[in-house]
């Protein structure tokens, strides 16, 4: 019962983020207004937070969003739970460069990471 009611929902939500997207690549649009629900722990959805915080056209090191999260020493962590933002894009993870402002993080397959 009801499943015709959630794949209404679901489709619904996919037109959303499609719209907002595009609206997006178009430079419309500099933030995203959908529910997110990801797979992750505690401390990958603080960090998945925080991303959604960077202004559109503004970079942060790993090194200051730890410190942001209260523990300076976490940057590795913070590296780890960027790199498995399952939702590039809506959720920022372009936005975090090294300490020098320089691009990391990049390993194995570039089209999985092209979004990131």
Known sequence: M??????????SSARRAR????EYFARTRTTFELPLEALGSA??????NALRQIP???TTSYGA???????????????L?????PIPII?????VVGSKGELTGFVGDWKRNAGC
């Open 56 to 58: 559109y056209g503004t």
């Open 43 to 48: 401390f990958e959805h603080r960090v998945w």
């Open 19 to 22: 719209q907002q997207l595009e």
């Open 2 to 11: 009801g499943g015709g009611r959630q794949r209404r929902a679901g489709c």
């Open 65 to 79: 969003l730890a410190k942001l999260l209260g523990d300076k020493h976490a940057t590795r962590a913070v590296g």
């Open 91 to 95: 959720v920022p993870c372009h936005r």
């Open 81 to 85: 739970a960027n790199g498995k933002n």
